[in-house]
């Protein structure tokens, strides 16, 4: 048998993980401004200095740039700078406002605002304020800069400040010879930078001349600045003659076409006039004696037709009762018998119509003749608005469904309105009377209430 070969287990142990130590690294930046308030002239360049420090523990790269009113005008050189830890470097700042009137002269404040890449939000900012100067610049003109005018030229001052700061302006007319009056409407205006103001301005001549040549009177107008240099807009107003100048050759054609006339009139018109006037007269001679002959005629006449027409009246006062000899104002000696045939009758149609907003929209109010074999002659109506409603009323007549307008009146054209037909309105049996309202009264008012009153008739 072979050896048998005794194995001993190994003892295990347990060893421990390795522990694992995080560490935190501090970031952030300062940054220290050389000066706070630097000063620069429009249209020039100025700078400073800021000081970038690395205050973390890691390599970082800072951006700087500028915030603020002065954002549009500055540029950081370089713009971002690499730090290893507590390294400092430092980054250029130039400011150049232009030249113009959209950056005003005075204090404008500004940010120099440093950003890590590593920690945005460690930024910095260090404020300043940048002092813009003053800069003047102003333009003044006439328009027009040349007139002409016999009496007075009206010209406008145009003035312009292109600066970058309130000017305010003085203008001081006049002219070299001392032979013109001026006016201003205003002596001394504040312009704001980019800012025109306007300046009506007469020139009067001391003397004036009827006829003659034109005559050149030049002027200038200073303008006096509260800073900065003067201007001067020169302008000139050419005298006219107060006469205008087509009047002597207009005077001149009329005494040529007077002349002209009365010579006509010598030669040719006034023989044709009086041949003329010799004929009419004749002419209306003899019409003016046929006239007295036809007017003698008609005398005869008119005296034979009045003596028929008193015949007449005698017979027809007779017929009613009337003593043609008696006096005037005596009874009648016999009743008077009425001429006109059928029973008289009378009715009254009242409407209460509601307010509607639709013109056309009518309400009816319908008298049906109590006796429908007979015949209804209407000879008045008398309309009734005794409130002064507004709308419109019709009157017509209905015919089996058929209906005809007979009348239609505005209500605000009437209180009280009274129509009287010399041929009576004929009705016939079965037709009726309709009364129709549009009421167009405001809603406060209420419903329109007019009415209508009929005379007449039946036979």
């Given at each position: 048998?072979?050896?048998?070969?005794a194995?001993?287990?190994?003892?295990f142990?347990?060893v421990?993980?390795?522990?694992?130590?995080?560490?935190?690294?501090?970031?952030g930046?300062t940054?220290?401004?050389?000066?706070?308030?630097?000063a620069?002239?429009?249209?020039g360049e100025?700078?400073c200095t800021?000081?970038?420090?690395?205050t973390g523990?890691?390599?970082?790269?800072f951006?700087?740039?500028?915030?603020?009113?002065?954002?549009a005008?500055?540029?950081?050189?370089?713009?971002s700078?690499?730090?290893?830890?507590?390294a400092t470097?430092?980054v250029?700042v130039?400011?150049?406002?232009?030249?113009?009137?959209?950056v005003?002269?005075?204090?404008?404040?500004?940010?120099?605002r440093v950003?890590?890449?590593e920690?945005?939000?460690?930024?910095v900012?260090e404020?300043g304020?940048?002092e813009v100067g003053?800069y003047?610049e102003?333009?003044?003109?006439l328009?027009?800069t040349r007139?002409?005018a016999?009496?007075?030229?009206?010209?406008e001052?145009?003035?312009?400040?292109?600066g970058n700061?309130p000017v305010?302006?003085?203008?001081?007319p006049g002219?070299p010879d001392?032979?013109?009056?001026f006016?201003?409407d205003?002596?001394?205006?504040v312009?704001a930078p980019?800012?025109?103001?306007?300046?009506k301005?007469v020139?009067?001549?001391?003397?004036?001349?009827l006829?003659g040549?034109?005559r050149?009177?030049p002027?200038r107008?200073?303008v006096?600045p509260?800073?900065?240099?003067?201007?001067?807009?020169?302008?000139?107003l050419?005298?006219?003659?107060?006469l205008?100048r087509w009047?002597l050759p207009?005077?001149?054609?009329?005494?040529?076409l007077a002349a002209?006339?009365?010579?006509?009139w010598?030669t040719?018109?006034?023989?044709?006039v009086?041949?003329a006037a010799?004929?009419?007269a004749?002419?209306?001679?003899?019409?003016?004696?046929?006239?007295?002959?036809?007017a003698?005629?008609?005398?005869?006449a008119?005296?034979a037709?009045?003596?028929?027409?008193k015949?007449?009246?005698a017979?027809a006062?007779?017929?009613v009762g009337?003593d043609?000899?008696?006096p005037?104002?005596?009874?009648?000696?016999?009743?008077r018998?009425s001429?006109?045939p059928?029973e008289?009758?009378?009715?009254?149609?009242a409407?209460?119509?509601a307010?509607v907003?639709?013109?056309n929209l009518f309400?009816?109010?319908v008298f049906?003749p109590?006796?429908?074999?007979k015949?209804?002659?209407?000879s008045?109506?008398v309309?009734?608005?005794?409130?002064g409603?507004t709308?419109t009323?019709r009157i017509m007549?209905d015919?089996?469904?058929?209906?005809?307008?007979?009348?239609?009146?505005?209500?605000?054209?009437?209180?009280?309105?009274?129509r009287?037909?010399?041929?009576?309105?004929?009705?016939?049996p079965?037709e009726?009377?309709?009364?129709s309202v549009s009421?167009?009264?405001p809603p406060?008012?209420?419903?329109c209430?007019?009415a209508?009153s009929?005379?007449?008739?039946v036979e």
């Amino acid at each position: 048998m072979g050896q048998r070969v005794a194995h001993r287990a190994t003892p295990f142990r347990l060893v421990p993980a390795p522990t694992v130590h995080r560490r935190i690294f501090d970031m952030g930046a300062t940054a220290t401004l050389s000066t706070t308030g630097p000063a620069v002239e429009p249209g020039g360049e100025t700078t400073c200095t800021v000081v970038v420090r690395n205050t973390g523990e890691l390599v970082d790269q800072f951006t700087v740039d500028v915030v603020g009113g002065a954002a549009a005008w500055a540029v950081a050189e370089p713009p971002s700078v690499n730090l290893v830890p507590q390294a400092t470097a430092e980054v250029v700042v130039r400011f150049a406002p232009p030249r113009a009137v959209e950056v005003p002269a005075g204090p404008v404040p500004f940010g120099i605002r440093v950003t890590s890449r590593e920690d945005p939000y460690g930024s910095v900012v260090e404020e300043g304020v940048v002092e813009v100067g003053e800069y003047t610049e102003l333009s003044a003109e006439l328009v027009p800069t040349r007139l002409e005018a016999a009496r007075r030229g009206r010209f406008e001052l145009a003035a312009d400040n292109v600066g970058n700061h309130p000017v305010a302006l003085r203008f001081l007319p006049g002219d070299p010879d001392g032979e013109l009056d001026f006016s201003l409407d205003r002596g001394e205006v504040v312009l704001a930078p980019g800012t025109a103001a306007f300046v009506k301005l007469v020139v009067k001549p001391r003397d004036t001349f009827l006829r003659g040549q034109p005559r050149t009177r030049p002027f200038r107008v200073e303008v006096l600045p509260s800073s900065g240099d003067p201007l001067a807009a020169d302008g000139v107003l050419v005298q006219r003659q107060l006469l205008p100048r087509w009047l002597l050759p207009a005077l001149i054609a009329l005494a040529a076409l007077a002349a002209l006339l009365a010579a006509l009139w010598l030669t040719v018109l006034q023989p044709a006039v009086k041949s003329a006037a010799r004929d009419a007269a004749t002419q209306q001679a003899g019409e003016v004696k046929a006239a007295a002959q036809r007017a003698e005629d008609a005398a005869g006449a008119a005296k034979a037709d009045s003596a028929q027409a008193k015949g007449n009246s005698a017979a027809a006062m007779e017929a009613v009762g009337l003593d043609p000899g008696a006096p005037p104002g005596s009874p009648p000696t016999a009743p008077r018998q009425s001429a006109a045939p059928g029973e008289p009758t009378d009715f009254r149609v009242a409407a209460d119509a509601a307010v509607v907003t639709n013109q056309n929209l009518f309400a009816d109010f319908v008298f049906t003749p109590p006796d429908d074999k007979k015949t209804l002659h209407v000879s008045d109506i008398v309309l009734q608005n005794p409130r002064g409603d507004t709308g419109t009323v019709r009157i017509m007549r209905d015919s089996g469904g058929t209906r005809a307008t007979i009348l239609e009146v505005g209500l605000g054209n009437y209180r009280d309105l009274d129509r009287h037909f010399v041929q009576p309105l004929r009705f016939k049996p079965g037709e009726r009377v309709v009364f129709s309202v549009s009421c167009q009264n405001p809603p406060e008012k209420g419903n329109c209430t007019p009415a209508a009153s009929f005379s007449g008739r039946v036979e």
